[in-house]
């Protein structure tokens, strides 16, 4: 039987977890065309250990499945977060049974709206899957 378990890591739970966090983080970046000119694997360690990155792992049979880094930001004088990376397996399980209480705490948290800047190819997932709805186009141009 299939053991799931969730943790917010503390700074420390995340650099003791890191070796087996740091590949699904690094994807997370290099699939994401948004997040890799921005953001690498070492900002959302150095994020994390500093407090400024909530870490969620979800563990399946005590080991580490899977991962979700939320930052929080003030937008238009409103408290708001963003998912800055989310990867592993077996993320729709963990989803299924513990993204609700995610949602509660960023609510007790005063969080008004949670945002994900997403490839295309991934707005599916976060739109009909997570529940997020599409608010906006979010367009770039590289100088």
């Known amino acids: 039987m299939t053991i799931l378990s969730i943790e917010m890591?503390?700074?420390?739970?995340v650099t003791e977890l890191w070796p087996v966090l740091e590949?699904?983080?690094?994807?997370?970046?290099?699939s994401?065309?948004?997040?890799?000119?921005?953001?690498?694997?070492k900002d959302i360690y150095l994020?994390?250990?500093?407090?400024l990155v909530a870490i969620f792992v979800g563990f399946e049979n005590n080991k580490p499945a899977c991962a979700?880094?939320?930052?929080f930001n003030m937008t238009n004088g409103r408290k708001c977060a963003d998912v800055i990376a989310m990867a592993g397996r077996g993320l729709l399980r963990f989803k299924a049974a513990y993204?609700?209480?995610i949602?509660?705490?960023?609510?007790?948290?005063?969080?008004?709206?949670?945002?994900?800047?997403v490839p295309e190819r991934h707005t599916k997932l976060y739109l009909h899957r997570f529940g997020f709805n599409k608010s906006c186009a979010y367009v770039r141009m590289a100088l």
């Open 23 to 30: 590949p699904y983080f690094s994807a997370a970046c290099e």
């Open 47 to 51: 994020l994390a250990v500093t407090g």
């Open 99 to 101: 993204w609700h209480i």
């Open 68 to 71: 979700i880094g939320i930052q």
């Open 103 to 117: 949602l509660e705490w960023l609510k007790s948290n005063e969080v008004r709206y949670l945002d994900a800047y």
């Open 9 to 13: 890591l503390t700074p420390e739970r």
């Open 32 to 41: 994401n065309e948004i997040a890799k000119d921005e953001m690498s694997v």
